[in-house]
């Protein structure tokens, strides 16, 4: 399990690590009607935790959600064969493609998020992503990064979200460059989605957290839930935060997936701009009020960098952020900077940024 949370985190009713969920309780004190369970999907574990249900209807909703993940692993999955591969050749040769309505639903978020971004966001580089060796499940160690010049011709053929066409249930694109690789974003639909399939089944207290974007609705005992950012560089806990009622906290960051080659690290957020891993930030946080935009939005956060973040806040229209920056200064909306609590001493430089 990652992003292990440090022994002060046993204070916290329900302190939860977004790159791993843990039940905490007291010293003594009697066991919790928390339940928890675990599965891989979208390339990352996914926990679920779900508070004050008997453990019959727990495991009956538990099973629903990793029904649902599951399904939308094989349905969103880049590179194994599916249903987005099956478009992503289509899209190359040119061709039209007959979406369902959940398709559809995607689609038209991720390009809306990438304009809104100013394309930091942009799901439609999918041949760059395969050429830096991130679309398949282990890159092998001595496998160089890509060479400049392949690089640079893919950044020339800019594939971009408003390539593609949708006329009714029909997907085209203007440009055959363009390959759709969701990451983050489909991330967070899934996690919407199992908040979906736990509130059918009768779950109103519940965390799904998937590798650092997840969602919380309801309370822990009649307490808010409280979860911990991940520190990028440390062995524990950066900050953390309660949860009020039903909202989504996403985290992108740097540590996640990677490859070392001769002393250089290189990591899996590429800027579509230059081709390259972005490299201004170590993470970016975002808590958004239900579910929906959070996946794209700490993506396109982490390619804008301290220079450009607020750029991003306004475009996006996002009201509570924490960008890591590459030299560990911590870059705050006001208010993110309300609600967050630093877990470390001495507390980090911060700087707060006006949307």
Request: proline letters at 7%.
């Amino acid at each position: 399990m990652k992003g292990l949370l440090a022994a002060r985190a046993s204070r916290y009713i329900g302190f939860f690590a977004l790159l791993g969920v843990l039940a905490l309780s007291a010293c003594g004190r009697a066991p919790e009607p928390l339940h928890q369970e675990q599965v891989l999907a979208f390339g990352t574990l996914v926990d679920i935790s779900i508070w004050g249900t008997d453990a019959a209807s727990a495991q009956q909703a538990s099973a629903a959600v990793i029904s649902t993940l599951n399904a939308l692993h094989h349905r969103w999955h880049a590179w194994e064969p599916g249903p987005l591969t099956e478009i992503n050749t289509q899209l190359a040769r040119g061709g039209t493609v007959d979406l369902a309505p959940d398709q559809i639903e995607v689609i038209r978020g991720a390009q809306a998020l990438s304009r809104q971004s100013g394309g930091l966001f942009n799901p439609a580089i999918g041949q760059l992503l395969a050429e830096w060796g991130f679309q398949m499940d282990e890159r092998p160690a001595d496998v160089p990064p890509p060479h400049p010049d392949a690089v640079k011709e893919r950044v020339a053929l800019q594939p971009a979200m408003d390539d593609l066409q949708l006329d009714g249930n029909q997907l085209r694109s203007r440009n055959p460059a363009v390959q759709l690789d969701f990451g983050a974003y489909v991330k967070s639909y899934g996690v919407d989605q199992a908040i979906a399939a736990l509130r059918a089944h009768g779950i109103s207290n519940a965390i799904v957290n998937a590798g650092g974007d997840l969602r919380a609705i309801g309370q822990r005992g009649g307490q808010p839930w409280r979860i911990g950012i991940r520190d990028p560089r440390g062995p524990g806990v950066l900050a953390s935060l309660e949860i009020h009622g039903d909202e989504s906290v996403f985290t992108s960051g740097d540590y996640e997936r990677y490859f070392e080659f001769q002393g250089q690290r290189y990591q899996h957020i590429l800027d579509p701009r230059t081709g390259y891993p972005a490299s201004g930030a170590m993470s970016a946080t975002v808590v958004y009020p239900g579910g929906g935009v959070g996946g794209g939005a700490s993506t396109a956060l982490m390619v804008a960098g301290p220079d450009n973040w607020l750029e991003v806040v306004r475009g996006m229209g996002l009201k509570e952020v924490m960008l890591v920056g590459a030299d560990r200064t911590v870059y705050l909306t006001p208010a993110m900077a309300k609600r967050i609590h630093f877990e470390i001493k001495p507390e980090p430089k911060t700087v707060i940024g006006e949307p």
